[in-house]
């Protein structure tokens, strides 16, 4: 009985729509193919885009959107340099951050294979600052990247080549790469000599 039932509602079905593809033009092969799409859609409840909006959709058009500017090379410095200071001071463990041997031997390949921990970076991807702006490296090419430094600046605050630097140093080594930035202030220098107005 249910076989006869499914085939019952199967040709009324077939036949419904035949009449209303019929009626567009389609030929049958094709519209035979057409109608078990349509028959599919016809099934489903309405499309959202002709619902009407509820009172909280129409609201939550209405609110601006917060635009989040990114945060500069600058400032991701200086955030840096702002973390690696906050773990100096006599109340703080005198441990220093990890820093690299013979950095400047590696190539930009290699620092993905090196690891940031214990460095500064470490600290850094537990700052939610920094993994708000998108910092979620970890190794030390992924940083290198993030804070957009070169290999000069890396090798200033994290090779070992001058010997061991406190993390006051080396926050103070960061904040000097932040401030000759290509977003630092630009300082205009007039020689005297040469001033005609």
Not at 68 to 91: D, F, I, N, Y
Not at 145 to 173: K, P, T, V, Y
């Amino acid at each position: 009985m249910a076989a006869e039932e499914e085939s019952k509602l199967e040709s009324n079905f077939v036949h419904h729509e035949t009449k209303y593809w019929c009626s567009t033009g389609l030929t049958a092969e094709f519209s035979g193919w057409m109608l078990r799409s349509v028959a599919i859609t016809l099934k489903t409840e309405e499309p959202a885009m002709n619902k009407p909006l509820s009172p909280d959709e129409v609201l939550s058009l209405s609110m601006p959107i917060p635009i989040v500017e990114p945060m500069t090379k600058r400032a991701k410095l200086q955030r840096l340099a702002k973390l690696a200071r906050s773990q100096s001071g006599w109340w703080k463990s005198s441990a220093a951050f990890r820093i690299y041997h013979t950095l400047e031997n590696y190539t930009d390949q290699d620092y993905d294979s090196i690891s940031t921990g214990g460095s500064v970076f470490a600290l850094a991807n537990a700052d939610p600052v920094l993994t708000e702006a998108g910092y979620t490296g970890t190794s030390l090419g992924d940083a290198k990247r993030f804070f957009e430094l070169s290999r000069e600046d890396l090798h200033e605050f994290s090779c070992d080549c001058g010997g061991a630097i406190s993390n006051r140093d080396m926050a103070d080594r960061i904040e000097k790469i932040a401030r000759h930035g290509p977003d630092a202030a630009t300082a205009i220098v007039i020689d005297s000599k040469s001033w005609t107005g």
